[in-house]
């Protein structure tokens, strides 16, 4: 909430492109390869965060159910990613009901994904489905976006697109029945139990 306050998207977001990543990092397009985004922030606050959201229910196809993740910061969820030049298309359509929406200011940070409800459940599944699903060269958009001496910024939103892509690792689902194996280790008269604290 601190850089969401202070952050002027047109000055203090810097990108670095076509670069080195994190093996383990499947957020770029090819092995040990994608690209970084940092954003210096620093000095006063320059806006208020909402709490709530203003335009629930309304948004342009193929957006629906926008939730809350935390003050300034709204997930939206859209169809499942095809490739970019769709995605630049749909993501234009959004950037043009956004344009015309008063005090868009105040909510600084929107995520596209596939499962808001996932998302905006707890601060653990924003910070992982949002920067793991992302390439920061290529899934930052952002309402007035413009180019001014080679440096990229925009007024109002930053828009992640935190949508799953195609070249992305599978969802990892627990198996149940490996599970309910393991629970039994832990649990009374199980080898492991009392061995292990579950309090952190």
Known sequence: MHNLQRANWSRDIHFITKTTIDTLDYSGDGLNSGSKAVIATAGPAIRDLATEINFQGILPTPFSNPKMVMAGVIAIQAKPFANYSSANTEISTLKSYLEHLEDLDSYPLIVLCDDSNFLAQNIQNFVWATFTRSNPSHDIYGTHE???????????????????????????????????????????????????????
């Open 146 to 200: 413009d180019i001014q001496h080679k440096h990229w910024g925009c007024s109002g939103a930053l828009i992640i697109d935190a949508r799953i892509k195609p070249h992305h690792a599978p969802i990892l689902e627990p198996d149940p029945a490996i599970q309910d194996k393991v629970h039994r280790y832990f649990t009374k008269g199980g080898a492991l139990y009392g061995h292990f604290s579950t309090k952190y």
